[in-house]
């Protein structure tokens, strides 16, 4: 499934154009290496996302090219989530 697309259908972007404006500017990586919006996502394959002050690292669990609203949380599991705090500069994190 295409980067842009799984970004939508699993609800980390609100729309496909957001996922590809995302990937566009570099700021979505697979496995470690930048991501184009045409991408593959496969099963098990580490995303991670930069979204201004917070970087999300996601495992894909499951592909799917329509899900509700209540599933869609069901197709990823957060690995890893950072937010940089901008009075400080300091780092928070959240493992999982």
């Given at each position: 499934m295409r980067l842009d697309k799984y970004l939508k259908v699993a609800?980390?972007?609100k729309r496909r154009?957001?996922?590809k404006e995302l990937a566009d500017n570099d700021r979505v990586l697979i496995n470690g290496r930048k991501a184009k919006p045409s991408s593959e996502v496969k099963e098990g394959d580490l995303v991670t996302i930069f979204f201004g002050q917070r970087e999300l690292t996601i495992?894909?669990?499951k592909?799917?090219?329509?899900?509700?609203?209540?599933?869609a949380?069901?197709?990823f599991e957060i690995i890893e989530e950072k937010v940089k705090n901008e009075d400080?500069?300091?780092e928070s994190e959240r493992n999982i």
């Open positions: 609800r980390i972007s154009a957001v996922g495992r894909v669990l592909l799917a090219k329509q899900v509700s609203k209540s599933d949380a069901l197709m400080n500069f300091e």
